[in-house]
């Protein structure tokens, strides 16, 4: 049994916390009764509609929307002009030349990709709206089009955004350690020309949209939508809309997946803002699955070039260089800040001690990135792992054996990477052990041939992710020092109700994640009540009270931020009911115990006051004490223990916890179609304390889910023109459940020493199952010619291709040995 202390007592797990208690929120959710944006209505509210680019890049020669005016029921229209002289250009993270981006909540001027919002159209039905949109006519100038970052970069590519001088939107170096020095030491130098991350999305079942309302009186407006970081909206639309954050009031309750995608939603959301106040009505948008595939929140795209890895004889990694070349897309809404995530996890789970490091990111004719489940970490993780599949193939070491040997290892706990961040748990050999006891990896030869007497192909895969939790905002200075962000917080308010109900509110915007159910679980063991006692107010509403400026969920963080500060409000509650009893049986507080809903005397259980009584006093009951009663109402702010780091250096800790999954899997290729089947596969994952353990494995299994999709069949696929090959499910395939493997999961805990709770935040280990996936291709096409996988996503084809012809991949990779 664990026991973590509390200012209130020691909260033993064993009561609520560690334990599967069902989730509250699911009581509404499965009987239908979840309120979502779109079941918010309004009396003659307006549907908008998009009218989208069918170009991926030109320029706006005239718009006319008269024809659309004209139509019965339309109400009105939004231009690009028009946003242009009722709003400034979004504030930019990037320092210049990105700096130098001006992005509107419509095109001005000129489009940038397909699918880019030109004129929203509102009218009385959506159907409508969308036939309105038809009839708004758009006269482009088709430009040339760039849909690969390298080309972007090259002298004489076209430009995107004229103000910056070119598609460059950040390039820097970032060196640790003794490079030189490494590569002088090392027995062996592997050189690899290549590798291809992919672009992708996380596909949340619902995708975004709101009801906004204008307050003409108050000049404010309410907007009841799926954004899922209501703190970074707020800071990117006030600005830009001239007003001041308290006229933004923002209302969520049940999203339907997030997954960092509802993060960049603010353009959208002016548009609501700007329509609800010129048409004096309420819009409502809900936004439809091609237009969410053409324009919202693709993953980062990313390639490795020139890399070189370091390898002493006996198989220890000693360092590595390589250039990083990012995809933003058309525009920088959360970028170039992926420029910097990746270095939370640079070394991955490997005692790498010298790193070079060149990340460039460009500007192409695409959709947007922005955060996506893994963001940035994922890419810089699955390159770890395919540079150590890749050197252990080329210079004959056993997968397994050349991750133990060069594993941080458990003893080395609290271990400080090369650039300053700090592995705060974890034992790493232990978790891949378990992954691969599960998935049966010691009779894998026994299998394999088995297979090939079926004619199949058979591979044993091993995939890492750290999951870092609860981001360090200093690290935005790394990238441009004029930002005055930094550190991180989150808050919570508990209170004790004039009738005994304990009533918790989060900063946060759940999307599935279970936060009512894992506070509640919380709230209770430290006042010592039963779980239903617990009541979690059901999203967020920006007029609480209880949000700060990072408030949102977003970076697997809940775990440590949110929970710590509902642990914080709900220890000052504790301390306050108890100095109540006290007052009322004039006692010390030393004698006072909370124990099943009761304040009570310790050596005297008759003597004992009901959460009924104690919320009743101070709220209507309160006369004749000589002094104040406690308020019972409590607002606590958690702010994580971080320091700015280092700019020069590019040194510091960037993030606060970091949870661990290993998987590993089995995978038959039918060589004759190069159709991949996964057979078996197994996640360990190690995420501290685990308040509730199914919530975890619910979210270990869901990143499972998407990395198997983006491993084998989801990709966002470009043609020279820029159009979208693959702009919805008919085209982009999400894997159901029947194309999920029989999923096999294992957990151990390794308790954060830095939080309150030891909990660690978890959820976005997908970035190991990629590469899980990678790995068992390419162990299984070692006996097919030994081809090397050097992208992340491999459909039949390619690993038809590399079946084909194995030597092409090979001629990629080159040793030098001393």
Not at 591 to 608: T, V, W
Not at 625 to 639: G, H, K, S
Not at 721 to 736: A, C, E, I, K
């Amino acid at each position: 049994m664990t026991a973590i202390e509390t200012e209130a007592g020691t909260l033993q797990k064993g009561s609520a916390v560690g334990q599967s208690v069902p989730r509250k929120e699911d009581g509404r959710l499965v009987q239908g009764q979840g309120v979502f944006f779109d079941d918010v209505k309004r009396k003659d509210m307006g549907y908008l509609h998009f009218v989208r680019s069918p170009y991926a890049h030109a320029t706006i020669e005239s718009i006319d929307v008269s024809a659309a005016l004209e139509m019965p029921g339309v109400y009105g229209t939004l231009t690009g002009d028009e946003v242009a002289i009722l709003t400034d250009p979004f504030f930019q993270i990037a320092a210049p030349p990105g700096g130098h981006v001006k992005d509107y909540a419509l095109a001005v001027g000129k489009v940038r990709y397909l699918g880019e919002p030109v004129v929203a159209v509102v009218a009385e039905t959506r159907e409508l709206a969308r036939t309105a949109a038809e009839y708004v006519m758009v006269e482009y100038e088709p430009l040339d089009v760039l849909v690969d970052a390298r080309a972007a970069l090259a002298d004489g590519a076209p430009v995107l955004h004229e103000e910056c001088g070119g598609n460059l939107s950040y390039s820097g170096v970032w060196e640790w350690g003794d490079v030189d020095a490494a590569f002088a030491e090392a027995d062996h130098v592997v050189s690899i020309g290549e590798l291809h991350f992919d672009r992708f999305n996380s596909t949340p079942l619902e995708c975004g949209g709101a009801l906004v309302e204008y307050n003409r009186g108050t000049g404010q407006w309410t907007m009841y939508t799926n954004n899922q970081f209501p703190g970074f909206a707020a800071i990117m639309m006030g600005p830009a809309m001239r007003v001041g954050l308290d006229k933004l009031r923002i209302v969520t309750q049940d999203i339907g997946g997030g997954f960092g995608n509802k993060i960049t939603s603010h353009p959208q959301l002016v548009v609501c803002c700007l329509l609800a106040r010129k048409l004096k009505r309420a819009i409502q948008w809900t936004e439809w699955r091609t237009e969410f595939h053409q324009s919202m929140s693709h993953g980062n795209e990313r390639w490795f070039e020139n890399t070189e890895v370091a390898v002493k004889a006996d198989g220890t990694l000693l360092g590595f260089r390589t250039k990083a070349i990012d995809d933003a897309g058309a525009y920088l809404r959360y970028e170039p800040l992926g420029g910097v995530i990746w270095s939370q996890v640079a070394a991955g789970m490997y005692k790498w001690r010298n790193i070079w490091l060149e990340f460039t990111q460009a500007m192409t004719n695409k959709a947007p990135v922005s955060p996506n489940r893994g963001y940035s970490r994922m890419q810089q993780l699955w390159f770890t792992e395919r540079v150590i599949d890749i050197v252990a193939q080329t210079l004959d070491f056993d997968a397994v054996e050349i991750r133990r040997l060069n594993f941080v290892q458990p003893e080395d706990m609290a271990y400080e990477t090369p650039n300053g961040c700090v592995y705060d748990s974890g034992d790493y050999p232990r978790a891949m052990d378990m992954a691969l006891e599960l998935i049966g990896a010691s009779d894998i030869e026994t299998r394999r041939a088995e297979a090939a007497s079926r004619g199949k192909l058979l591979g044993l895969g091993i995939g890492s992710t750290l999951d870092s939790g609860t981001n360090n905002f200093g690290q935005s200075q790394l990238i441009n020092p004029e930002l005055q962000f930094s550190g991180n917080n989150e808050v919570a308010t508990v209170k004790l109700d004039i009738f005994g109900e304990v009533v918790v509110t989060l900063g946060t915007t759940p999307q599935g994640q279970g936060h009512e159910t894992t506070a509640a679980q919380v709230v209770a063991d430290i006042l010592h009540c039963d779980v239903d006692v617990v009541n979690v107010r059901v999203g967020h509403d920006s007029y609480w009270n209880s949000h700060a400026g990072f408030s949102g969920t977003y970076a697997s963080q809940f775990a440590v931020t949110g929970l710590s500060a509902v642990k914080g409000a709900a220890d000052m509650l504790a301390g306050q009911m108890v100095k109540l009893a006290s007052m009322v049986f004039q006692c010390p507080e030393e004698a006072i115990e909370l124990a099943d809903g009761f304040a009570r005397i310790k050596d005297n259980h008759e003597a004992a006051l009901p959460f009924m009584a104690l919320g009743a006093i101070p709220n209507a009951n309160n006369a004749g004490f000589p002094d104040d009663p406690p308020t019972m109402n409590c607002r606590y702010v958690y702010r994580p223990p971080f320091d700015v780091p280092d700019k020069e250096r590019k040194f510091g800790n960037l993030t606060l916890t970091y949870a661990t999954q290993i998987h590993a899997c089995v995978v038959e290729i039918d060589p004759e179609t190069g159709v991949t089947e996964v057979v078996d596969y197994a996640a360990v994952d190690d995420c501290g304390v685990r308040i509730n353990p199914q919530i975890v494995e619910g979210q270990v299994m869901g990143a499972t889910a998407h990395a198997i999709g983006a491993a084998l069949w989801e990709s966002f696929v470009y043609d020279e023109d820029g159009n979208l090959l693959t702009p919805n499910f008919y085209d982009y395939h999400v894997p159901h459940a029947l194309d999920m493997p029989p999923l096999k999961t294992g957990a151990f805990e390794s308790p954060s020493p830095f939080t309150p709770l030891g909990t660690k935040g978890m959820g976005e280990g997908g970035g190991g199952g990629i590469h899980c996936i990678c790995s068992g291709i390419q162990d299984a096409l070692r006996a097919a010619g030994g081809a090397i996988v050097t992208d992340s996503h491999n459909p039949y084809h390619r690993v038809w291709e590399m079946l084909s012809h194995p030597e092409r991949s090979r001629e990629t990779i080159e040793v030098t040995s001393r």
